[in-house]
């Protein structure tokens, strides 16, 4: 009766000990896990961070080229109004020039 209550209790302590190595074992990989799982967390922070960075800098670049595409139009629409301004003070300096040669005097 002796040696069966030693046979239990040795194969009680080996389960014991087996149940608590499975439960360190179990603390680790749970350890193992969240930091993990944290490295994964701050990867994709900067991932997204990075997306919007590049969305930000491209919406930019477009607004850019928008800015510079009015830019260009209203200077070629202010060229053609000087344009015109200056081919019809071309043809009055002409008209006054002719005045001038045929003596006649211009008020």
Not at 68 to 73: F, I, K, M, N, T
Request: charged residues 30%; hydrophobic residues 40%; neutral net charge.
């Amino acid at each position: 009766m002796i040696a069966e209550n030693q046979s239990i209790s040795n194969h009680l302590i080996l389960q014991r000990d087996e149940f608590l190595n499975y439960y360190i074992k179990g603390q680790i990989l749970a350890m193992a896990l969240m930091r993990d799982r944290s490295k994964f967390t701050k990867h994709q922070g900067v991932s997204r961070w990075l997306d919007l960075k590049h969305r930000l800098f491209v919406r930019d670049l477009e607004r850019a080229i928008r800015d510079g595409s009015y830019l260009h139009a209203n200077l070629q629409e202010r060229e053609r109004v000087l344009n015109e301004e200056n081919d019809n003070l071309e043809k009055e300096n002409a008209e006054l020039a002719q005045f001038t040669r045929d003596g006649a005097i211009v008020k």
